[in-house]
């Protein structure tokens, strides 16, 4: 028996997933929760084969959530996602997910991937894995992208330096330098354009 646990923040979808997934024979959902900081809890608690994530939480997102959880748990994970971007694979992996996989991907090959991965195999879409190939490398240093995470969450500059333990004109240089490379007038649009290339 498999036992997972599943995190998505959209009830629907999260719903979804627990029916149609208890279907299969060999999956047991032990735990589902709306968000990240729950699915690391739940994890926690239940020391599943392996944590199903939404990429898209509030608070922590499944990335974060997975880095998490995987240095408390011994699981395997899997990230699904609606909007899928090669940036956010290449962190995913970096995090230590084992799986990744888009939104629109049918229940059946689901939990075909869910078998796969939890025997210790390791599964990538493949069209998303063809555009990892061929993305842009992130201009950002470490401290920009840790900046601008910490901006696209809506916390203003004193608050960031005071989270990062940095000086306030330091992380006002982070973002400038930010804005620079990424040739926009505002540390929002440098955050957004950050987030949507997945560097953040």
């Known amino acids: 028996m498999i036992r997972i646990v599943i995190a998505d923040d959209e009830e ?13 024979a060999d999956i047991e959902v032990v735990a589902d929760v709306a968000d990240g900081e729950a699915a690391v809890a739940a ?3 239940h020391r599943p084969d392996l944590t199903l994530l ?12 997975a880095r998490r ?3 408390l ?17 290449k962190r995913a992996l970096n995090a230590g997910v084992h799986g990744f996989v888009p939104k629109s991907t049918p229940a059946s090959e689901l939990a075909r991937i869910i078998r796969s991965v939890a025997a210790g195999e390791r599964y990538v879409d493949a069209c998303l894995a063809a555009s990892a ?6 201009p950002l240093t470490l401290r920009e992208i840790d900046v601008l995470r910490l901006t696209r969450d809506g ?16 992380v006002r240089n982070h973002i400038s330098s930010a804005m620079a490379k990424l040739n926009v007038g505002s540390r929002a649009d440098a ?4 987030w949507e290339q997945g560097w953040i």
């Open 12 to 24: 629907l979808i999260r719903g979804a997933l627990v029916a149609l997934l208890s279907l299969e």
């Open 43 to 45: 994890a926690v608690a």
């Open 54 to 65: 939404d990429l898209e939480m509030p608070g922590l997102d499944g990335v974060d959530a």
């Open 69 to 71: 959880l995987l240095r």
């Open 73 to 89: 748990v011994a699981t395997q994970v899997v990230i699904v996602t609606r909007h899928a971007r090669p940036g956010t694979l």
């Open 133 to 138: 190939l061929t993305e842009q490398e992130s």
């Open 155 to 170: 916390l203003p500059t004193k608050h960031i330096a005071r989270q990062l333990g940095l000086a306030h004109g330091t």
């Open 191 to 194: 955050a957004a354009i950050a």
